[in-house]
């Protein structure tokens, strides 16, 4: 074909609205062809293995496991009896520090890493649309938190069914409900752990578009991260920590409860939301206006 | 902010009713101005017509303002005042209908190591809405055969050398037909028969008829390639034209190799020659007016032996420092 027709071709070709997908997609793929990706999967893998086979080591000798309890939900007590219970123990473990670590790291490198590395300017000239571009990011680093979620709970039901034995199970109210819906409900639980990560991710993207270095942003994002969850513990902040993002992340064990406890559960979504909107707009406000220098 | 911008949007929509006028220019400036935040005033006043079918050379000293003029044109940078027409269309507001159409090196290739040289095509592709992606394949195949990487398509781009990723970055301005395109420094990197290869690969898409925007440091590049140039000086735009009017602007001296150098200096200076300097057996001078064959004449009719007659030419190298006053490698 020779240019001036292949020109021709191009402004009589209607672009379809589907193509605009097609960065997305590559977002995708892209984020999940990385190393780091996968090594940080990985890692969420590996919690529900240790945590399971550190029970199973303890309880060898018929006893149940420890006095359980804390502050935390009282789950790990129960995995002798139901497997389906490291599902739950696991994600209680993972959700305060290793799933928002393993997210902060994906958002805060989402922008900041395609500028360090110089490939910003060409995604922008391509052009990608500098709304586009951020839209694709987050949706896909919530996608990320749904898959790093499912990981952790999928290794943990592997594991728990391996491990232990699986059945009816006992609800923190002390009713029992059939497998299915225990399955159901670790399945909801899951779902609100990866919703409760999404405030992170807006505050990671946020930080992302601030600087042109991938590893300052995710250790921006981490370093939040910490401080929030360190905050949320002194008690003379108590006025203030109803609006850390971590504040209301452990009431996915109302889910648990039988009737479910929905409070606490509708006020973090809420807050999730809040971040989402708040961060949101702020990492949109900036990367629009932003001079792409690197 | 909001005069220039207004006054951008009436020439816009005049742009739009005129096509004319976007068909001469692919690119058009006026008053281009960026200042960064520290108060460092980095491209002045900038008034650059690039105009269709050209391949336009981009000169100027490291640090002179060529890339933060480029970065406007791409609607990467927003300009503090002035405004940059792509295509007719104001940058950068009209990035989305113009970009399409135009390929793209700036300051260097950028690239993902963990991926092929095709993927990193098949990503870069995919970021354009209005690339199709049922052609997608075969276009990232043809601008990998095209800058001769077709062989090293499945190899890590971590792997590549710089040679191979600066043709990776050429392939990626050439995924689509484009109207025009803007090459930062092209052939940095390669060596002399990849340059070679660069310089043909260009000289065949301008003709073609695609615009080329080329910045270079290399002189005799522009000279070899380009038929228009501009040149940059510490934020201002110091000449732009086309290449031999350039050229010819800083003029060629007459040289004379004699073993009689007194009296030739004589006869030259009787012939109209100015600025006269004798150095050894070689005589120089501004060549006068008339015919250079009379001036030999009257040499050889004088009684003085000449060995040589040469007029030698002015280069652009020659145009570039009597312009800026420097070197070429020295940072303004």
């Known amino acids: ?294 | 902010m909001d005069e220039p911008s207004a006054r951008e949007r009436d020439s816009g929509d005049a742009a739009e009713r005129d096509p004319q006028d976007a068909r001469a220019h692919v690119i058009a400036t006026r008053g281009l101005t960026k200042r960064y935040r520290g108060g460092q005033l980095a491209v002045d006043g900038l008034d650059l017509t690039v105009p269709a079918g050209s391949v336009f050379g981009f000169l100027g000293p490291n640090g002179s303002g060529k890339t933060t003029t480029i970065r406007m044109l791409m609607g990467l940078i927003e300009p503090t005042s002035g405004t940059a027409r792509v295509l007719g269309r104001p940058m950068p507001r009209a990035t989305r209908a113009v970009l399409p159409q135009v390929g793209a090196l700036i300051e260097g290739p950028a690239l993902y190591g963990f991926l092929s040289g095709r993927d990193n095509l098949l990503r870069y592709d995919a970021a354009d809405p209005t690339a199709d992606p049922r052609t997608r394949r075969a276009r990232v195949a043809a601008a990998l055969d095209r800058v001769g990487l077709a062989a090293a398509a499945g190899k890590k781009a971590r792997a590549y050398s710089l040679g191979m990723k600066q043709r990776l970055g050429l392939a990626a301005a050439l995924l689509q037909p484009r109207r025009l395109l803007v090459l930062d420094e092209p052939t940095n990197g390669l060596d002399p028969q990849g340059m070679r290869e660069i310089r043909a690969l260009i000289r065949e898409l301008a003709s073609d008829g695609t615009t080329v925007f080329l910045s270079s440091h290399l002189l005799d590049e522009i000279e070899q390639v380009c038929t228009h140039a501009a040149v940059m000086t510490q934020g201002r735009l110091v000449t732009q034209g086309a290449v031999a009017d350039l050229a010819a602007g800083a003029r060629g001296r007459l040289a004379v190799t004699t073993p009689d150098p007194g009296e030739a200096a004589r006869v030259l200076k009787e012939q109209g020659v100015g600025d006269v300097t004798v150095d050894g057996d070689r005589v120089t001078g501004e060549p006068p007016a008339q015919d250079l064959a009379e001036v030999n004449a009257a040499l050889v009719a004088a009684g003085v032996r000449v060995r040589g007659f040469t007029l030698e030419q002015a280069s652009l190298e020659d145009a570039f420092v009597a312009l800026t006053g420097e070197g070429f490698d020295v940072a303004g």
Not at chain 1, 106 to 134: F, N, Q
Not at chain 1, 250 to 265: E, I, M, T
């Open chain 1, 1 to 294: 074909m020779s240019r001036a027709e292949a020109l021709q071709t191009r402004a009589g070709r209607r672009p379809s609205p589907l193509w605009t997908f097609g960065l997305l997609r590559s977002e995708l793929v892209t984020t999940l062809r990385r190393w780091r990706t996968l090594a940080l999967l990985a890692v969420l893998a590996a919690v529900p293995v240790l945590v399971g086979i550190a029970v199973k080591l303890e309880t060898r000798g018929g006893s149940t496991a420890g006095p359980g309890g804390g502050d935390g939900p009282a789950f790990i007590a129960q995995i002798t009896n139901n497997g389906l219970f490291l599902v739950f123990t696991a994600l209680a473990a993972t959700l305060p520090f290793f799933l928002p670590m393993a997210v902060g790291v994906v958002a805060g490198d989402a922008i900041a890493g395609e500028a360090g590395s110089g490939t910003l300017r060409y995604l922008l000239v391509a052009p990608a649309g500098r709304t586009r571009l951020l839209l694709t990011k987050y949706t896909t680093v919530m996608a990320f938190c749904v898959l790093a979620t499912l990981v952790v709970a999928v290794s943990a039901l592997i594991v728990g069914a391996l491990l232990f034995p699986l059945g009816e199970l006992t609800t923190i109210s002390g009713t029992r409900i059939s497998f299915a819906e225990g399955l159901g409900r670790a399945l909801l639980i899951a779902l609100v752990v990866a919703a409760s990560l999404v405030g992170v991710a807006a505050l990671g993207l946020f930080v992302s578009t601030l600087t042109n270095s991938g590893i300052a942003a995710m250790a921006t994002t981490v370093g939040l991260l910490i401080t929030v969850q360190i905050l949320d513990q002194i008690p003379q902040l108590h006025a203030l920590q109803p609006y850390l993002f971590s504040h209301y992340w452990l009431s996915f064990a109302d889910l648990v409860r039988d009737p479910v406890y929905w409070d606490d559960l509708v006020k973090n979504l809420g807050l999730q939301a809040l971040y989402a909107a708040v961060f949101g707009s702020a990492a949109w406000a900036r990367f629009t206006t932003k001079d792409i220098s690197a």
